[in-house]
């Protein structure tokens, strides 16, 4: 059973309430996403719960940016840091859809190129605090355990430790409609290199957990409903070389070059590109979009199946 199943019959202890506590206080209201903290560990869980349906909404993505900021006000520059591993996780039978195309495409009926640019300006947020680990406070960690789609992989593969559960699907769609990820290009090229990240966008294909592994983007597979627990063991083993982690990935990240331009110049073009797009392919988006909600209700009843059999 997950820890999320396990949490709904178990009492958290005081040591496990006060850092919640301390970033809620910190951050305010967070829709769309829980916090759960384990003290043995030093580990603050995020669990992703987007609404209506798994795209990463932005209500949910600067609630995230709410809490990576907390983190560092309370406790980034402290020697005794409770919170040393930032891990994500979601529920469901999808991890992520991607964007949230409801969103742009409002944002497109409107002319509000702003509200674009807020959108992506903010994911990009999230994308570099995941990379640089809050300024080396954390390890940021993720486990996908289901399909993950086009956008909604880049903020899970900018933590510094991504695996996937063997039933993992992942895909970037966007190029068969003329559309690309806000911030693939920067982040997928980090761990596949610019040749493999480029085959990936533009064949638009499905790959299994596996084949990204093969390809660099994952970083280790694990049998399903193990993810967390992975988690977990890796924290424990990492806590006594903590700070030579944070080192070493500071050092990798100035190395590979500065990746807060490198995702101000990709949200940039993607906003110019999304105002360019004209009534065939925003009908394209929109038919996605609908896509996604049927998708979504194939996946519910047959869990719902499932659970009743």
Not at 6 to 22: F, G, M, T, W
Not at 243 to 257: C, D, E, P
Request: charged share 20%.
């Amino acid at each position: 059973m997950s820890l999320i199943g396990r949490n709904a019959n178990v009492q958290r202890s005081s040591d496990d309430l006060r850092p919640i506590e301390a970033i809620k206080r910190q951050a305010g209201t967070l829709p769309q996403i829980s916090l759960d903290y384990e003290s043995a560990q030093k580990l603050l869980w995020i669990t992703l719960r987007p609404e209506p349906k798994p795209v990463f909404t932005l209500p949910c993505v600067e609630s995230v940016l709410k809490v990576q900021t907390a983190i560092g006000e309370l406790w980034g520059t402290a020697v005794d840091r409770p919170v040393l591993f930032l891990a994500y996780r979601a529920v469901g039978p999808i991890f992520s859809l991607g964007g949230d195309l409801d969103f742009y495409l409002d944002c497109l009926s409107k002319g509000d190129r702003d509200g674009l640019a807020r959108y992506a300006a903010t994911a990009a947020e999230v994308i570099k605090l995941n990379r640089n680990g809050i300024n080396g406070a954390v390890l940021s960690l993720t486990t996908v355990h289901a399909r993950a789609m086009g956008g909604g992989i880049d903020p899970a593969r900018a933590c510094n430790v991504m695996i996937a559960e063997e039933a993992a699907t992942f895909c970037y769609p966007e190029i068969n409609y003329n559309h690309f990820p806000i911030s693939a290009v920067p982040i997928l090229s980090r761990h596949a290199g610019f040749i493999e990240a480029e085959k990936i966008l533009l064949t638009g294909r499905d790959f299994t957990a596996q084949e990204f592994h093969d390809r660099g983007v994952v970083d280790a597979v694990v049998p399903k409903g193990t993810g967390e627990d992975w988690i977990r063991r890796y924290a424990e083993a990492s806590m006594t070389t903590h700070s030579a982690r944070t080192a070493l990935i500071a050092a990798f990240n100035r190395q590979a070059g500065d990746i807060g331009a490198d995702l101000a110049r990709s949200s940039a073009s993607w906003v110019a590109h999304m105002a360019t797009l004209k009534p065939l392919e925003i009908s394209k988006l929109q038919r996605i979009a609908a896509a996604q909600e049927r998708m979504l209700g194939r996946l519910l009843r047959r869990d719902a199946a499932g659970a009743l059999s």
